[in-house]
C-alpha cells in the first residue's frame, strides 16, 4: 500500500469521524432539549395537583361554612375540571418521558458508532504507522 493510498484511507476516516462527532452533538442536543420538555410536563403537571388541592380545599372550607347547594354544584364542577387537567398533564408527562427515552437510546447508538468510527481510525493511523517503519 503506498503512502497515498494511506492519506487518502485517513482523509475519508477522518471525515467520517467529524460526522459522527457532529450527529454524537446533535443527539445529545436533542436529549437536553427532550429533558427539558420533560421537565416543563412535570412542571405542569404538578401545577395542576396544587390548583386541584386548592379547589378541594375551597370546596371543604364552602361546605364547613354551610355553602349553598348551586356553590357546592359549582366547586364540584371546577374540582371535575381539575381531575381532567391532571390526568391530560399526566399523560403528556408520560409521552415526554418516552420521547426523552427514544432521545436518550438515539444518543447512546451515536456515540457507539463514533467510538467505532475513531477505532477505525486509530487502527488505520496505527496501520500507517508500522507499515512505514518496515519501509525504513
Do not use: P
Not at 429533558?35 to 386541584?52: I, K, L, P
Not at 436518550?104 to 507499515?131: G, I
Request: with cysteine; aromatic share 4%; net charge positive.
Amino acid at each position: 500500500m503506498s503512502a497515498a493510498r494511506f492519506k487518502s484511507l485517513l482523509a475519508v476516516q477522518k471525515h467520517r469521524v467529524d460526522r459522527a462527532m457532529g450527529v454524537v452533538l446533535e443527539k445529545n442536543e436533542t436529549v437536553r432539549q427532550r429533558e427539558s420538555d420533560r421537565d416543563a410536563a412535570r412542571e405542569r403537571a404538578q401545577q395542576a395537583v396544587v390548583a386541584y388541592q386548592l379547589v378541594q380545599q375551597r370546596l371543604a372550607e364552602s361546605t364547613l361554612a354551610g355553602g349553598l347547594a348551586f356553590q357546592l354544584a359549582g366547586a364540584s364542577s371546577r374540582c371535575e375540571i381539575q381531575r381532567t387537567l391532571i390526568a391530560d398533564t399526566a399523560q403528556a408527562l408520560g409521552t415526554a418521558e418516552e420521547v426523552l427515552v427514544s432521545a436518550e437510546a438515539e444518543a447512546v447508538d451515536a456515540r457507539a458508532t463514533y467510538r467505532r468510527t475513531l477505532a477505525r481510525q486509530d487502527a488505520l493511523v496505527s496501520l500507517q504507522a508500522n507499515w512505514s517503519r518496515k519501509r525504513e
